[in-house]
């Protein structure tokens, strides 16, 4: 199975702050990568599919990037809408798997 | 707009089995291009993909190792969903589990994520 580790596991921030979280993979998952938002009691919605392909509907202060085992997403500015918790997951292989998640909360 | 709208029991006994049903509204749980996922959610396992159905000319079924012995996804075409059998289950079973679609483009291979998901089902394992 590949195993997909985020970093870090938390970060504090403020509103309009500029914020990057990153997933590597244990073997190459060819931008085979998504990333997900998950508020308390709701369950996940993709944000980013193929590493780096905005959702429709998702504003455009997110953004991800990419290659090989290394992903980020981005959120340029920060808005208070946007404390929650940030999953990514891989595509390339069966059984598809997520990362640990990344809670971001406000400082 | 695709919606999934998830029922099933939130508690199950030791030793019995766990089941869940997925109703699909604004797609086809036939459809050549979707599959029709079941993910768990815990605080020891976090985010956990069980399995999934889909149809390609003819049905297909994928299922994680952890679970495979255990697990059962189905199809049921004339009430357009699909559902969850998990055997024997004890209390390390105990999570939320979604269902939630993924969708594929075969001309590029992109996979574009789950989505939508159901609603989840808090499901406790104890007597």
């Known amino acids: 199975d590949i195993q997909m580790t985020q970093s870090p596991s938390s970060l504090s921030a403020s509103v309009g702050d500029r914020i990057t979280i990153t997933c590597r993979a244990s073997?190459?998952?060819?931008?085979?990568l998504n990333w997900y938002q998950q508020k308390p009691g709701r369950a996940p919605k993709v944000l980013i599919y193929?590493?780096?392909s905005l959702q429709s509907g998702v504003p455009s202060r997110f953004s991800g990037s990419g290659s090989g085992t290394d992903y980020t997403l981005t959120i340029s500015g920060l808005q208070p809408e946007d404390f929650a918790t940030y999953y990514c997951?891989?595509?390339?292989?069966?059984?598809?798997?997520f990362g640990q998640g990344t809670k971001v909360e406000v400082k | 707009q695709v919606q999934l709208q998830q029922s099933g029991p939130g508690l199950v006994k030791p030793s019995q089995t766990l089941s869940l049903t997925c109703a699909i509204s604004?797609?086809?749980?036939?459809?050549?291009?979707?599959?029709w996922n079941w993910i768990r959610q815990s605080p020891s396992r976090g985010l956990e993909w069980l399995g999934r159905?889909?149809?390609?000319?003819?049905?297909?079924?994928d299922y994680a190792g952890s679970v495979k012995s255990r697990i059962t996804i189905n199809p049921d075409t004339s009430k357009n969903q699909f559902s969850l059998q998990l055997n024997s289950v004890t209390p390390e079973d105990t999570a939320v589990y979604f269902c939630?679609?993924?969708?594929?483009?075969?001309?590029?291979?992109?996979?574009?994520?789950?989505?939508?998901w159901g609603q989840g089902t808090q499901v406790t394992v104890s007597s």
């Open positions: 159905t889909y149809y390609r000319s003819k049905w297909y079924n």
């Open positions: 193929a590493a780096s």
């Open positions: 997951q891989q595509s390339y292989s069966l059984p598809w798997t």
């Open positions: 604004g797609d086809s749980v036939s459809s050549n291009i979707a599959a």
């Open positions: 073997q190459s998952i060819s931008f085979y």
């Open positions: 939630a679609r993924d969708l594929a483009i075969a001309a590029s291979g992109t996979r574009l994520g789950f989505d939508p």
